[in-house]
């Protein structure tokens, strides 16, 4: 796999399509590796006539880990995204990004709009008071530290897939096992628990962007599940209210993943915004 680096932070990334075709960026959200953008995603994305690009956000998978007590914000991941596409050779991309990666997107239109050809924030919201209020459920799945995989990998394997189960889209489930396989596969890939207590962090000191989204020119769609009980519905409506021009895409029976059912319905939001481009 190539690497980008960014200062002192080497971010590990993949890349599907034509080299000279235009390029998509996909940002994964808290926690989460680049593989939640799974290969037959991303080739079917590719073949819609793009180069598609997804990595390992800093503090996860197999970019660099920070250590207990260093922080660093969302400008610098959002600078992270620019990294790659530097490493890539792509001077502007389409940017998307689901839940903290919608908010890693936003963030890299803010400080980077030269590189940005449009942007699809998904499941995502502005950082605004109450757009971030999971329901009690919802909110434990972040809060609740997951039994240790090194004493009991089994139980470690069950609240993963009940915590996928949680915050999931009620009219989307996952096929039968297909939860569990991820788990089993993400914790052999690289297993960094601490990564989403920093990450958190870098959500929380960014702040509300209403404003800052309010200035931007870029062509922009939100996608958002009318039942995601992690990222509520307000996050996104509130998203779409303060980009100029965007468009806010719901959909019934959704809630916070990207359950293969809705895999068309992701390209779909991301070509959208980039045929407005």
Known sequence: ??????????????????????????????????????????????????????????????????????????????????????????AKAHVAGVSMGGMIAQAVAIDHPGRVLSMTSIMSATGAPGTLDPTPEAGAVLTVAPPDPAADYEAFLANAVKNSEIIG???????????????????????????????????????????????????????????????????GEATAAAIPGAELRVVPGMGHDLPPALHDTFIDAILAAAARA
């Open 169 to 235: 889209s009620p009219s989307y489930p996952w096929p039968p096992g297909a939860l569990r396989q991820r788990a089993v596969d993400e914790h052999a890939r690289a297993f960094n628990p601490t990564g989403s207590v920093r990450q958190m962090g870098a959500i929380r000191g960014d702040g509300d962007r209403t404003e800052r989204l309010g200035k931007l020119k870029v062509p922009a769609v939100v996608l958002h599940g009318a039942d995601d009980p992690l990222v509520r519905l307000v996050g």
């Open 1 to 90: 796999m190539p690497r980008a680096q960014n200062g002192s932070v080497e971010l590990e990334y993949e890349t599907f399509g034509a080299e000279a075709a235009p390029a998509v960026v996909v940002i994964s959200g808290l926690g989460s590796q680049m593989t939640r953008w799974p290969v037959d995603f991303c080739e079917k994305l590719a073949a819609r006539g793009y180069r598609v690009i997804r990595m390992d956000n800093r503090d996860t998978g197999l970019s660099t880990w920070f250590k207990p007590g260093e922080t660093y914000s969302l400008s610098d991941m959002a600078a992270d995204v620019v990294a790659v596409l530097d490493a890539a050779g792509a």
